[in-house]
């Protein structure tokens, strides 16, 4: 990233939400998203509930058993990112990783399509 800086898109996800897992199946599958979403960013999955820690940014985020809210716990970097946690949500950071666009919610192919053509650099 360092090397060949693009924006980064990333979706978060947990295990258990159905929405997340019909827009994985669905939009996130298209060809004509995924191309678009290869071609103009860096793409991460992102499990708001993972145990892992993750290193991004010079920090590095861990789980968070007992975050306010969450039966589950959810994870610093989720938190981080997000306002408030929504899954699924789609993020969209500038190449010096700030948040330029936070989508909350499932969209369809459609409409994320617009999403994505709307936060591509020029």
């Known amino acids: 990233m ?23 199946e ?45 039966k589950n716990g959810a994870h610093e970097l989720a938190v981080a990112l997000l306002t408030r946690p929504i899954y699924p949500s789609s993020i969209f950071l500038d190449t010096k990783y700030r948040i330029a666009e936070i989508k909350n919610g499932s969209s369809n192919t459609e409409n994320f399509k617009i999403l994505i053509e709307n936060n591509i650099e020029q």
């Open 2 to 24: 360092e090397t060949s800086p693009k924006p980064v898109f990333i979706f978060v996800h947990t295990q258990w939400c159905g929405w997340c897992k019909k827009m994985q």
């Open 26 to 70: 669905t939009t996130l599958k298209d060809p004509a998203i995924s191309s678009l979403l290869n071609q103009n960013y860096y793409c991460v999955k992102l499990d708001a509930e993972s145990k892992n820690p993750i290193k991004f940014n010079g920090n590095t985020y861990n789980f968070d058993a007992s975050f306010a809210g969450r």
